[in-house]
Structure formats: structure tokens, C-alpha cells
């Protein structure tokens, strides 16, 4: 091999480490469906994302037809019950149903929002504490072949322990990025969420369409690929790391382990 040429493969052996073992980030954008044009501006962003759309909304699956049209990975943002007993929308899953209601509530908003590959929590607070509203929302989901995302809105949460048991597919949020709606909070949030990936190697974050949020990522996605980090589909991270996360999966138990200590509904 030439000299010139044999120096260059330490250059080039570094170029194909980083982008071998580069950060990714898989960010979410939730709320879809009630405003059409911050939804269409939310679409056009750099990069690819997963678009959270809520079942039932008036513009629910034009967007999710505009967003898979450009690439997004779609996902159902359901509305779940929240400590708080915040008006919850259409299509929202409550402790008081029955198991029948429940579950017919659940089909019909995955059936409500076109080439969905998951399912994520709005609100929810109350219900993800609960075992088994939860083991409700992952028999469908395993029926359906769709991940879960935990948006961990309360530390509380036990869904993604039932949804290890169910076999089903699963993340959770790692950082918000737009409980303050200022470019300033924004930035730093996304700051935390970009450290977060680079320590780990991947990390989860969740954003909405305001107005200040979309100013925001429109100027700071385009600078993710300057700092080594890479967005990626959610189903696609699943899916590579899948594999390894499988041999980990307990064989499915019947009944599930309480892992809340009073059980409800």
C-alpha cells in the first residue's frame, strides 16, 4: 500500500467509528390533530421524528397521512386519566370503565389514526400508576404488533414493567422539552437531551406543536448532525436493539406480580 495512502487510514478508520457509534436521539412530537397549520409546520421540519397524534381530533389522520407522506413514524397519543382530572378529549381510557369499554375505547383510537406503529400516554398521571388498565393497553397493543412509550408523566408509573411482561416493545420519555415555552428553556432542555444521548448512546425526548417550540427546533435540529447525534425512528432503535432486550423478557406470567400496592380499578 502507497504511504500516502496508509496514512489515511487512521483518518479514515476514526471517521467510520463515529459514524458506526454516533448518539442517537428519537424525539417525539405529541398533540397532532387539533390545529392543522401548527401541525403542517410541526411536519416540515429537518429530520425525521415520531408524531404523536390524538385519536378523535378533527385533523388527526390528515396529519398522520401528511406526516407518513413525509417520513414521520406515526404514533396514537392517548389521552389517559390524570391526577389532576384535566379534561381529557376524545378517546380517553379512565379507571371507572369496564374492561369491555375499556378496550373498545382502545380499539377504536388505534383504528382512528392511520399507519400507527405505537402508542404513547397524554396526560396519565393517574392511570399508569394502575396494573391493570395497563395490562388492558398492552394485550391490545401485542394484538396490534405496536411499542409502547412511556411519557412518564408521573415517577410513579408502572407501564413499563407490565409492558415487559406482555413482551411489548417499549421506551420511556427521557427529557421534555417545552414545559417553559421560551427559546431560552427550550435550548437548554434540548442541551440536556443531546448530553444525555452522547453518555448513553440514545435518549427519548418529547416536544409539542407551540408556535415557540417549533421556532425553536427548527433552528437546533439542523445542528445535531455538527455534534455527532443522529435522529432516529423509534421503531427502528426498537427494532435493533430488540433482539438483545428479548433474552431479558420473562416468559409471560399469569397472573402479573402486583407491582403496585393497591390495585385498581
Do not use: C
Amino acid at each position: 500500500m502507497p504511504f500516502s495512502r496508509l496514512l489515511l487510514l487512521p483518518v479514515i478508520l476514526i471517521f467510520f467509528y463515529k459514524w458506526s457509534f454516533a448518539a442517537s436521539i428519537a424525539l417525539i412530537i405529541d398533540d397532532f390533530g387539533n390545529n392543522p397549520e401548527l401541525g403542517v409546520q410541526a411536519i416540515e421540519l429537518p429530520g425525521v421524528y415520531t408524531a404523536g397524534i390524538l385519536p378523535g381530533t378533527p385533523y388527526a389522520t390528515m396529519l398522520a397521512e401528511m406526516a407518513n407522506a413525509k417520513g414521520h413514524e406515526i404514533m396514537v397519543h392517548v389521552p389517559m386519566e390524570s391526577e389532576h382530572h384535566k379534561a381529557l378529549g376524545p378517546g380517553a381510557l379512565q379507571l371507572k370503565m369496564s374492561e369491555y369499554d375499556f378496550k373498545q375505547t382502545l380499539e377504536a383510537a388505534i383504528e382512528a389514526v392511520p399507519n400507527a406503529k405505537g402508542l404513547n400516554n397524554h396526560m396519565g398521571s393517574l392511570l399508569t400508576q394502575h396494573q391493570l388498565p395497563m395490562q388492558w393497553i398492552m394485550e391490545s397493543l401485542k394484538r396490534h404488533d405496536l411499542y409502547f412509550i412511556d411519557s412518564r408523566t408521573t415517577v410513579e408509573t408502572v407501564a413499563q414493567q407490565v409492558a415487559e411482561f406482555n413482551q411489548v416493545p417499549n421506551l420511556r420519555r427521557d427529557v421534555f422539552l417545552d414545559n417553559e415555552r421560551t427559546f431560552e428553556a427550550i435550548q437548554k432542555q434540548f442541551a440536556q437531551l443531546v448530553r444525555l444521548a452522547k453518555k448513553r448512546g440514545f435518549a427519548t425526548g418529547i416536544a409539542h406543536p407551540y408556535p415557540e417550540t417549533l421556532k425553536a427546533l427548527k433552528l437546533l435540529l439542523p445542528e445535531l448532525d455538527k455534534q455527532g447525534v443522529k435522529l432516529v425512528k423509534l421503531s427502528d432503535y426498537l427494532k435493533n436493539t430488540q433482539s438483545n432486550r428479548r433474552d431479558s423478557w420473562p416468559e409471560p406470567l399469569s397472573p402479573l406480580p402486583k407491582v403496585v400496592k393497591n390495585l385498581k380499578p
